[in-house]
């Protein structure tokens, strides 16, 4: 994931801002880590640089 995405990334559940934790990078890309909605308090995952901002019900 890009870190510019943050500016057009919202919480699913509440369209709250996203909060960035980077676990992992490769150069500027972001590999793993999470986004947190500062509001609800949902965390959406960043796995192989794809964010999962499915609402955490509708998760497999």
């Known amino acids: 994931m ?3 995405l943050m500016e057009i990334l919202r919480c699913p559940v509440c369209r709250g801002e996203l909060a ?3 676990r992992r990078k490769d150069g500027d890309e972001i590999v793993d ?3 947190r909605c500062a509001h609800c308090h949902v965390d959406y995952p960043i796995q192989d640089g794809i964010p ?3 609402p955490p019900d509708e998760r497999a």
């Open 33 to 35: 880590g999470t986004l």
């Open 52 to 54: 999962d901002l499915l």
């Open 20 to 22: 960035l934790e980077v």
């Open 2 to 4: 890009r870190p510019d």
